[in-house]
């Protein structure tokens, strides 16, 4: 996917305006969620997403999805990683 097709889906689904986020190489965050859902558009990678279901590998170009609320660990490799990253509140909050 190229960055203005993803960014007509993240408007089309509700999230915000995307921010750059930079990933630093050999990267292994903190096990952690957030409050809000969100997709990204990996632009330099591999980014690799852990979650209690495994590890995940997304290439350049490949999307990301991520529901609020599930715990994981952002990680890259001897490159890191550079993505493009909207947010969303989760349904829940319009109810």
Not at 10 to 25: A, D, H, I, K, M
Not at 72 to 95: C, D, Q
Request: hydrophobic share 40%; with cysteine.
């Amino acid at each position: 996917m190229n960055e203005t097709q993803f960014r007509i889906r993240l408007q089309e689904n509700g999230f915000e305006s995307p921010v750059v986020r930079e990933y630093p190489p050999e990267a292994d965050g903190d096990l952690h969620s957030h409050e809000f859902d969100v997709m990204l558009l990996v632009q330099q990678g591999p980014f690799i997403l852990a979650t209690e279901s495994g590890d995940t590998v997304y290439q350049t170009a490949e999307v990301c999805e991520l529901a609020a609320g599930v715990l994981h660990v952002e990680r890259t490799g001897e490159l890191g990683a550079r993505v493009l990253l909207g947010k969303r509140a989760p349904a829940a909050a319009y109810r």
